[in-house]
């Protein structure tokens, strides 16, 4: 979408993801295990253009995760969540464009430095570790972003933008539930469960 989304006044940190699109980071690192920032400032001061450039940040994001996951996942879970997050954001990725180009709002096509770092440290993982740092990473980044995404869907001022963010506000619940299942999964409590079983 947009971990589960980053500019508003000095800096917003989404990982939207929409991966994120994530959450507002005035100077805070990201949590330990996060893709993006969940940290919190006013998001009073965060503009309509400020939401969509953090969004369009974020869904670049959430598509290099998901990618990343397709390729580098053990567990089928995993991989699919990956597909599904190229999937959606990228369709949510088109339309937030064509909102934007509407209002001639610039949008950023890269991720921002905050989600590279995260990127580079879950592309060193592999096998259960990177299943369980991802899934981790997808829960937090999409808790963020539903946040935002509700805050700009209810208190937005820009039409377009607006709907874009209340229109997608939906499949990013359905990421954060998707998440936590797959989560719950990779988990080691379930995988010792699955082990009893098969014994």
């Known amino acids: 979408m947009i971990?589960?989304?980053?500019?508003?006044?000095?800096a917003f940190t989404f990982a939207f993801a929409w991966a994120g699109l994530a959450a507002l980071a005035a100077g805070a690192a990201p949590p330990s295990g996060s893709a993006t920032s969940t940290a919190k400032t006013s998001v009073?001061?965060?503009?309509d253009?400020?939401?969509?450039?953090?969004?369009?940040?974020?869904?670049?994001?959430?598509?290099?995760?998901?990618?990343?996951?397709?390729?580098?996942?053990?567990?089928?879970?995993?991989?699919?969540?990956?597909?599904?997050?190229?999937?959606?954001?990228?369709?949510?990725?088109?339309?937030?464009?064509?909102?934007a180009s509407q209002e001639n709002i610039y949008l950023p096509a890269q991720m921002n430095p905050k989600d590279q770092a995260a990127y580079a440290r879950l592309s060193q993982l592999s096998g259960t570790a990177f299943d369980r740092a991802y899934a981790r990473d997808m829960v937090r980044d999409h808790e963020a972003d539903i946040a935002e995404f509700r805050r700009e869907a209810n208190g937005g001022k820009d039409t377009l933008i607006k709907g874009f963010a209340a229109k997608t506000l939906p499949t990013l619940e359905d990421h954060l539930k998707l998440a936590r299942q797959t989560l719950q999964s990779v988990s080691p409590k379930?995988?010792?469960?699955?082990?009893?079983?098969?014994?």
């Open 3 to 10: 971990k589960h989304w980053k500019h508003v006044a000095v």
């Open 44 to 47: 009073k001061l965060m503009s």
């Open 49 to 99: 253009s400020d939401f969509a450039k953090a969004a369009a940040e974020g869904g670049v994001a959430e598509i290099k995760f998901g990618e990343l996951a397709e390729d580098k996942a053990s567990n089928k879970s995993v991989k699919d969540l990956g597909q599904r997050m190229v999937d959606d954001h990228t369709r949510a990725d088109d339309n937030l464009k064509n909102a």
């Open 190 to 199: 379930a995988r010792s469960q699955t082990s009893k079983k098969q014994s």
